[in-house]
């Protein structure tokens, strides 16, 4: 069955055993900072990682507190590898002979979710152990792909498969009974809300006023809807939604709650539009009750923004300041939240605690 594609908020993302390799490692120099409430100096030494622009494809994300994920060619094998910052060694996770599109962590740091494909009406996925082992794959037929990993059982996966006209099929795959079912949703980009809830956003007038959330539970096939009017963007982690309205003084208004409704906290920023609809910079989950996201000191018009990017941490409700300058392309943080990755190919490296910014990836020509 296909559908009318029809998109709720902002940007969307289409997700399209070890071995030592030896890379180029460039030493930074140290980082030293004199902290506030003694005389303790703290030396803070990283490795960076110099790579060929012809063989790098993409960073991934963290998979330790030191220890970053990438993707790249070689010998006409596409390869996870891993680069330790504290130490310098890289390996190879897994390779594969298809072209790697995308790769997702899951949350328990144990599997990585890989999006490859041979062709392009087609995609495999493949979710993998950190040893390399494929542990389960389902072939899709589509030209773009959107997955959507939950994140508290890896068997569970929604897949949006696009056509060349842009209608799309919306599939659950469960891993645990090797199923994949064609579900009844109109929308093409649902979220996880716990194990068995999916949270859609619909819009029913222009999508500068926002909509609701509606609830489908797939196993009970059972619908419902959040109390809630006027969100124009929502996103989720485990069983915690964090949604976003504009009140009344322009302003964006952001709540997180768990699954029944119950808040824990609430903020505002200043909320950017590009005159047809809310922009919302993708948001980092560190724990229920602290996210990380870029942010400006003063809202109005995308093209007529004249402060940059802050990177901002909120933990219930409070909002801290860890960076300056930073462009909203890509981000992503460490289990912790002590350490997180900015730049448009993810090269720049801001310690959160020290509030400094370094470059870990080069690429030398």
């Not at 093409?188 to 029913?204: N, R, S």
Request: net charge negative; charged share 25%.
């Amino acid at each position: 069955m296909r559908k009318r594609m029809f998109i709720f908020c902002t940007a969307v993302l289409l997700l399209t055993a070890c071995t030592e390799k030896t890379n180029e490692i460039v030493e930074d120099p140290k980082d030293v900072e004199q902290h506030e409430n003694n005389d303790l100096i703290e030396e803070v030494i990283s490795k960076s990682l110099a790579v060929d622009p012809a063989k790098f494809h993409f960073v991934i994300g963290w998979l330790t507190e030191s220890e970053v994920i990438y993707v790249e060619k070689e010998d006409g094998h596409y390869q996870v590898n891993s680069f330790d910052l504290e130490s310098g060694q890289t390996d190879t996770l897994y390779e594969d002979e298809s072209m790697i599109i995308d790769v997702l962590i899951h949350p328990t740091k144990k599997y990585l979710l890989l999006h490859t494909s041979d062709n392009a009406t087609s995609a495999i996925v493949k979710i993998v152990a950190m040893d390399g082992t494929v542990l389960d794959e389902v072939s899709v037929a589509s030209t773009e792909l959107a997955i959507e990993w939950n994140d508290i059982n890896p068997s569970l996966v929604l897949l949006t498969a696009f056509h060349q006209d842009w209608t799309f099929d919306l599939f659950l795959y469960n891993g645990k009974e090797t199923s994949l079912d064609l579900l009844a949703i109109e929308e093409p980009f649902p979220k996880w809300l716990g194990e068995d809830k999916i949270a859609i956003g619909y819009v029913d007038g222009h999508i500068l006023d926002g909509g609701e959330i509606h609830i489908y539970e797939h196993v009970t096939e059972k619908w419902g809807r959040l109390d809630m009017s006027g969100v124009v963007y929502f996103d989720t982690y485990g069983d915690t939604l964090l949604s976003v309205k504009i009140n009344e003084e322009s302003d964006a208004h952001y709540t997180i709650m768990n699954k029944d409704g119950l808040i824990h906290s609430e903020w505002t920023m200043p909320a950017i539009s590009n005159y047809s609809e809310w922009v919302i910079p993708e948001i980092e989950w560190s724990s229920n009750e602290t996210v990380f996201l870029p942010a400006t000191e003063k809202g109005g018009q995308l093209d007529e923004l004249q402060s940059p990017y802050q990177l901002i941490r909120v933990t219930e409700g409070r909002q801290d300041v860890v960076a300056d300058n930073i462009t909203t392309s890509f981000l992503r943080c460490s289990p912790s939240g002590q350490k997180c990755l900015t730049g448009y190919s993810a090269e720049k490296l801001i310690d959160v605690k020290m509030r400094t910014e370094t470059t870990w990836l080069t690429f030398p020509e």
